[in-house]
T-cell receptor
Framework: DTEVTQTPKHLVMGMTNKKSLKCEQH?????MYWYKQKAKKPPELMFV???????INESVPSRFSPECPNSSLLNLHLHALQPEDSALYLC????????????FGPGTRLTVL | GENVEQHPSTLSVQEGDSAVIKCTYS??????FPWYKQELGKRPQLIID?????GEKKDQRIAVTLNKTAKHFSLHITETQPEDSAVYFC?????????????FGTGTRLTIIP
């Protein structure tokens, strides 16, 4: 299995809602990433998990809360989001933190009303 | 931190002709340079990458060249086809532990004209 999967594909939420995005990989990768991508822009790094520990937080607002329950799974918990948080949220993984190649999941298209 | 500039932002090429996209980076410690292709509404897909100990790499119609001295790298697509139409992103990384960060260029929208 050489794929990163993400659920849900689409999510619409109100500003008071709590929701979670899920990312899964079964390639034995030990580094996982969350990116945010706005239309016509490159992916923007949010968080990096290395060996299930948070290693990079790119000064992301606390309304985004990452979690890595095990080496295959990465969650992004969302609470009290703003309309400007609407974007494509991409998960990626790489074999190790120092193995460069990152493979992306299909993304979750998030709309905040 | 690293800064990656990418040019051009849009590129239109006749089918069968070649396309070249260029990127420059600022951090001389960067040692890994991937190229991603992203079709509309889809995930970025790695199409080719190069490490700093190599000057050129080729995979069928796609090639990447790296000039470490000048800190720039380029994507070359030959014999372009309609399915090459997409947005292409370059990126740079100096992947040592604690710096596992890919810095992306701003993207090039490539359109192949049939």
């Amino acid at each position: 299995d050489t794929e990163v999967t993400q659920t849900p594909k689409h999510l619409v939420m109100g500003m008071t809602n709590k929701k979670s995005l899920k990312c899964e990989q079964h390639m034995g990768h030990r580094a996982m990433y969350w990116y945010k991508q706005k239309a016509k822009k490159p992916p923007e790094l949010m968080f990096v998990y290395s060996y299930e520990k948070l290693s990079i937080n790119e000064s992301v607002p606390s309304r985004f809360s990452p979690e890595c329950p095990n080496s295959s799974l990465l969650n992004l918990h969302l609470h009290a989001l703003q309309p400007e948080d609407s974007a494509l949220y991409l998960c990626a993984s790489s074999q190790t933190p120092t193995e460069y190649t990152q493979y992306f999941g299909p993304g979750t298209r998030l709309t905040v009303l | 931190g690293e800064n990656v500039e990418q040019h051009p932002s849009t590129l239109s090429v006749q089918e069968g002709d070649s396309a070249v996209i260029k990127c420059t980076y600022s951090d001389s410690a960067s040692n890994y340079f991937p190229w991603y292709k992203q079709e509309l509404g889809k995930r970025p897909q790695l199409i080719i990458d190069i490490r700093s100990n190599v000057g050129e790499k080729k995979d069928q119609r796609i090639a990447v060249t790296l000039n470490k001295t000048a800190k720039h790298f380029s994507l070359h697509i030959t014999e372009t086809q309609p399915e090459d139409s997409a947005v292409y992103f370059c990126a740079a990384s100096r992947s040592n532990f604690g710096n596992e960060k890919l810095t992306f260029g701003t993207g090039t929208r490539l359109t192949i004209i049939p």
